[in-house]
Structures are given as C-alpha cells and as structure tokens.
C-alpha cells in the first residue's frame, strides 16, 4: 500500500495501491472530491486500529504491535543481510562486486553489478562470490 488519504476532521480514511487508485476527482487546485459510491472505493474507521491510519497518527508501538512495521526515520546504514543460501538484502549498497570463475559450460563473471535503489535484494548467480561486503545473518 503506497497511499493514504486522511484528514483529521474525518472519521475516515482510505488506502490506495497506487496514485490511478485514488478515487478522487481534482476540483480546484488544494482539494479533491472522494466519490464514495464507486464500488472499489473501501473507507476505514479512525477508531479500529490498522497499520495505514497508525502510519499516519504516528503511533508507533502500535504499528509495531498491529502491522508488524520497523519504522526508521534516517536512511538506512549501509548493510547487507543474508536472507537465503543465493539472496541477499542490500540497505544503501550502490555496487556490488561479483566474480566466478568459469568451467565447462559455465562462463566466467568478474562484473561491478550497480544497485538502484536504498534496499534490493540481490540473487547471486550460481557458484558466484560477492567481493568486498561483510554479511550479516538475517537470523
């Protein structure tokens, strides 16, 4: 869920996948129409908790407790966490540095693999080694 569409002098609020699942329609510059007659349009109390109004209400024990979200307010340090025997999770990681060696019908790879994006998770080719990173166990 990426979007949440709150304000607090409603007792409602709802949830979007993404910005074409809104259900607004734009009539002035600073305010939109929610059509609460469209069928997929799913509105949500204030008072039963959930994870997405928690996100916003900043009740973060409670996020903890009802949606099981770690909430971190700075970027996150670079890290990379074994998650699988051939994944790992990349937190802040621009490059990673891969090689294997060839044999047979298998190819040789010595590239610098380029990560796009704050947290990404890596599959490691098969029989390859990942060169300069310390590991962190996931367990």
Sequence with gaps: MDYIAYDFRNPYYLLAKDEADLPFRNYAKNW???????????????RKLAGGFELINSIFDDIQRTCGYHIIFERLPSAVYRISESKLLLNSVQCLFVSRTGHGAVKDINDTTYIGSDQYIYKIPCEAKVLGQVFHSSE
């Design 32 to 46: 939109h129409l929610v059509n609460i007659h469209q069928p997929h349009v799913r509105l949500y109390s204030v």
